[in-house]
């Protein structure tokens, strides 16, 4: 048994539909807990179940040959622990995680970090000012493009918020990466596929 039990909303196995990765195999690890309160969020904060790290790595295992591993929530940051991520790539794991940045990840050891800021929520400060991938929500990005583009990110995304104006975000997303040439369209294929 280990000494941390994490609150979880599932862990299943699909296709990564958003970002640099887009149609890659994956195992999602869906975190409850966040400390943000984002309007469009569909995560159950409380939690459907708790596992220790062997139990939580027990429930990736049964997924193999898959081995990328993508922490999310809520807020997955508030949870992952050294303990965890060691269990896991000592099983052959690859472990990223999408994180809104408020919570430092220095020396955690994750091998792909994408921050996804939420600037506009109370009580939001960026913590996380470096990873591989930085995606921001349309039209909730906080101001000009170009404060974003000094951070340390290789790769940067627009994602249109999936509401009632998705079309209008979709159209003005594309416009502004042909305004800024580095940032990319990144959309949630595996919505428009039928997938979770």
Known sequence: ?????????????????????????????????CNLKCAWCDTDYSGKFSADADQL???CVKYK????????????????????LRRLKSCGFQCAIETNGTVPLSGMGFDWITVSPKPQEKGFELRQTYGDELKLIYPYIGGSLKKWEGMDFDHLFLQP???????????????????????????????LIGIR
């Open 1 to 33: 048994m280990s000494e941390s039990e994490y609150k979880l909303n599932e862990v299943y196995q699909t296709i990564q539909g958003e970002g640099a990765h887009a149609g890659t195999p994956v195992i999602m690890v869906r975190f409850a807990r």
């Open 57 to 59: 790595v027990d429930l």
């Open 65 to 84: 040959p898959v081995n990328n591993i993508v922490f999310t929530g809520g807020e997955p940051a508030l949870q992952v622990d050294l303990t965890l």
């Open 161 to 191: 918020c999936d509401d009632a104006d998705f079309p209008k975000h979709v159209k003005e997303v594309i416009d502004l990466c042909y305004a800024n040439p580095r940032w990319r369209l990144s959309l949630q294929t595996h919505k």
